[in-house]
C-alpha cells in the first residue's frame, strides 16, 4: 500500500513544530542540526543569514496582533507563520515567488526561507519589533496588496 504524499508532509510538519519549539540558545547547535534533515543547508543558512541581518520584522499594534515582514534580496515579504488549520496545527504562508512554486506548486519544500526565518527569529527573540498604529498598519497591508 502506497503512503499518501499529504500525509507524510502533515506529519513531517508537526515533527517540525516540536523541534523548533525545543528550539533555544542554549541547544542552538543540537536543533540546528535537526533542523538540517527538514531543510537543504541552502536554505538553512539562507534563513539564518535573514536573521543575523535584522531582516524578519515584526510590526506590533496597540491591541497585540503582529504583522510579520521579511526584507528580501529583491522585495519585503509578508509571512504569516501561525495560520490555523483544520486539523489543529499552525500553517504558514509566505508572498515570495519562491513559497509560491517550491511549497505549494511543486510540494518540494516545507517551506521557504522568509517562512523558516521567521518561526526561527520568533523562537530565538530575534525579530526586530516595530510599533505601528492602525493607520500605519493599513498603509502596510495597502503596501502587500499592491505587490
Not at 503582529?66 to 504562508?93: D, K
Request: glycine letters at 2%; a negative charge.
Amino acid at each position: 500500500m502506497m503512503s499518501n504524499p499529504k500525509n507524510n508532509a502533515s506529519g513531517m510538519t508537526v515533527i517540525l513544530e516540536t523541534v523548533i519549539k525545543e528550539l533555544d540558545a542554549n541547544n542552538l547547535d543540537d536543533s540546528l542540526e535537526k533542523l538540517r534533515f527538514f531543510f537543504p543547508e541552502t536554505l538553512l543558512l539562507a534563513a539564518l543569514d535573514l536573521i543575523d541581518r535584522d531582516s524578519v520584522i515584526v510590526y506590533k499594534t496597540a491591541w497585540g496582533r503582529p504583522q510579520y515582514e521579511v526584507l528580501g534580496s529583491t522585495a519585503t515579504y509578508t509571512v504569516y507563520p501561525s495560520l490555523p488549520s483544520a486539523n489543529g496545527h499552525n500553517l504558514a504562508y509566505c508572498t515570495c515567488p519562491a513559497y509560491a512554486y517550491s511549497v505549494l506548486l511543486s510540494e518540494t519544500q516545507l517551506m521557504c526561507k522568509h517562512v523558516l526565518a521567521t518561526l526561527l527569529a520568533c523562537r530565538l527573540e530575534r525579530c526586530v519589533e516595530r510599533p505601528i498604529t492602525a493607520d500605519e498598519l493599513a498603509s502596510v497591508i495597502a503596501r502587500q496588496c499592491s505587490i
